[in-house]
Structure formats: structure tokens, C-alpha cells
């Protein structure tokens, strides 16, 4: 497969959970590039691309000593900005040489830590992560997929396979009803909503779940999906999936859910929820990973898009690498699923 289209290096990606990365470096993989990240101060993240300009070594191997990140081969230590700050073995009161590590821009916002490539690009993090409250947040765990990012946002955000993946738990393959379906398109993605379906024929639906007054699904740039559902006693529920591809065939996934209006602590949703969404999590993965296999052994690989399949496309489109001509061209469609 061809090299990861240009404009995504501008884009950020929640690359790790912010509870995980303290003074020890962190490595992590984001376009099949390698980043380290640690706290040189002990609060603030700061990231690096995982190499000493030196020789090359992982900083990533290295410690954190007084506030810089030293390199495990030489001892060269880097402050949050780069700039080489000590060169073991140079005569005191030396020059030390402007060597500098390349520093990758990172922000933190509930719970996890966001990457960017570029050292320009994105001015924040998209809107749909910003917009929920971080004291609403009851669970948040990470997982990596072996499959392809776009792949892995389509299985999210595509009601079809569930009553096949995920049988009894989130539907009922003798359940189906009429569902109308209307995805709006913008310059940072899409939306999708499904009206006609109050309820699901699914074991989820029954135990955690009360009739709904909307359900929609969001994609944002660039790998940002969302399930939300607004209840008709007022109360709401947003399931958050952020991907982040490691490399062509692996995909870092942090899941996010968001309760609104709902008097449940974080425990009870560990210790009830949690043990069917993993469920339905490892069902995802294990087809995902199939898919990829067999993708493999067929290179010439060409998938058959129908209108049934509403997401498909988009989700190619925006990681092509004619991405950003595409922008800023709002597309309606609508049409009918059995679900």
C-alpha cells in the first residue's frame, strides 16, 4: 500500500491515554512513525520524534534525569524544546553544539494525549472531543486492532454487520424494523441519523438502555468516530472511538463513553457494562483481523460500495490524499436500511 496521504501529518490523533505516561518515556506509533512521550517536569507531556539526532538511538530507551530526556547511547540530553542541553564527555565550559531533537506537538484534554505530527497544522483537536465534559466520562480503555484505520472507523460506525458480528448482544437477526437514515456531509466529516428505531433487539439495549428520542453517529477528522443517543427521559449517551493508525495494518483504538443526565459512577459501568462491550470489542476485532488476513492473500483487493453501505466511501474519500481539495463541499443522501 502507498504512503500515507500528506495532509494527515497536520491532523491530531489520540495517540495514548494520559494516566499511562508519567517520567518513564512512552513509545508509541502513529503513521508508522515511532513517538516518545514523557512528563520532563512531571506534569506537562512532551513528545519527540524517537530518535537521537546523534546516532539515532530511541530516546524512548532513555530516562528522564532533571528535567530532560537523555539518550540511552550517549548520554545526550534533550530539554521540552530539543535543544541539546548536555554532551557528556565535552570539556567543562565548552560550546555545546545546536544539535537539537525534533519535537512533535502534543496537547492533553480528558484523559488523553493527542499528537501531531507537523509542526504546523490543526489548530486544535476536533470539535465532537472538545465539546463533552470531562466529569461526564465513566470508562476509557485502549486496544490496537490489527486492521486498516479506515477499515476499523467503517466496523464503528456500520449498523449492518451487527446482527451478524455481534448476534443477540446489539441485534437480532429476526428483529429487523425500518430504519430511515440520513448522513450530512461537511468540510470535517459527516453525521448520520437514524430515525424510525426507538428501541434495539439486542441484550444491551434491553439491560442498559430506555426507549431513544434521537441516535445519530459522527465521523471527524481524521479518525475521530462517535455514537450518540439522546433518551427520552432527558438523558444522553455518547460512545467515543479514537483511532489512530500505528501502521498500515495495526490501528491504535481508545474508547471513550460520556454519560449526561444519568446518575451512574464510574464503577458500576466497569463492573456491568464493561464485560459486554469488551464482548462486542474482541467479536470487532477478531472479523477486523480476518478481514486484513485475507486481504493479504488478495492484493488486488477492490471492495464492491453500494448505497447500503452510507459510510464506505466518505471514510475513503477523507483519507485519500485528495482529501483537501474535497473540503468544504457539504453532501447530502438518505435511503433506508433494515435494522
Request: net charge positive; glycine share 6%; charged share 25%.
Amino acid at each position: 500500500m502507498s504512503a500515507w496521504a500528506s495532509h494527515l501529518d497536520r491532523r491530531w490523533f489520540a495517540v495514548a491515554l494520559s494516566a499511562r505516561v508519567g517520567r518513564k518515556p512512552v513509545r508509541v506509533m502513529l503513521l508508522d512513525r515511532p513517538i516518545v512521550l514523557a512528563r520532563l517536569d512531571g506534569q506537562l507531556v512532551t513528545g519527540f520524534q524517537d530518535r537521537c539526532p546523534h546516532r539515532h538511538a530511541p530516546l524512548s530507551q532513555g530516562r528522564v534525569v532533571e528535567g530532560t530526556l537523555q539518550c540511552p547511547y550517549h548520554g545526550w540530553r534533550f530539554d521540552a524544546q530539543g535543544a541539546l542541553r548536555e554532551l557528556p564527555g565535552a570539556p567543562p565550559g565548552g560550546c555545546i553544539p545546536g544539535v537539537r531533537a525534533q519535537t512533535v506537538p502534543v496537547v492533553e484534554h480528558d484523559g488523553l494525549v493527542w499528537a501531531r505530527l507537523a509542526a504546523t497544522g490543526d489548530e486544535d483537536i476536533p470539535a465532537h472531543a472538545r465539546m463533552l465534559a470531562p466529569e461526564n466520562r465513566r470508562f476509557l480503555w485502549q486496544t490496537t486492532w490489527h486492521a486498516h484505520i479506515v477499515d476499523a472507523l467503517e466496523n464503528v460506525l456500520d449498523p449492518l454487520h451487527t446482527h451478524f458480528v455481534h448476534t443477540g448482544l446489539v441485534r437480532r437477526k429476526g428483529a429487523r424494523q425500518a430504519v430511515d437514515v440520513r448522513l450530512r456531509a461537511h468540510a470535517e466529516g459527516f453525521e448520520v441519523d437514524y430515525a424510525g428505531a426507538s428501541t434495539q433487539s439486542g441484550l444491551l439495549y434491553r439491560l442498559f438502555e430506555s426507549p431513544r428520542e434521537t441516535e445519530r453517529s459522527t465521523f471527524s477528522m481524521p479518525g475521530t468516530a462517535q455514537i450518540h443517543y439522546h433518551y427520552r427521559n432527558g438523558s444522553r449517551t455518547c460512545i467515543s472511538m479514537h483511532f489512530s493508525p500505528e501502521t498500515h495494518d495495526r490501528t491504535r483504538l481508545i474508547g471513550m463513553l460520556h454519560l449526561d443526565g444519568r446518575r451512574v459512577p464510574a464503577w458500576a459501568v466497569r463492573a456491568f457494562v464493561w464485560p459486554f462491550i469488551r464482548r462486542v470489542a474482541m467479536q470487532d476485532s477478531r472479523m477486523l483481523a480476518l478481514q486484513a488476513e485475507n486481504s493479504r492473500a488478495f492484493p488486488d483487493r477492490k471492495d464492491a460500495v453500494t448505497r447500503f453501505d452510507v459510510v464506505r466511501r466518505r471514510l475513503q474519500d477523507a483519507w485519500s490524499e485528495q482529501r483537501d481539495a474535497a473540503r468544504g463541499k457539504p453532501e447530502d443522501s438518505s435511503t433506508v436500511l433494515m435494522l
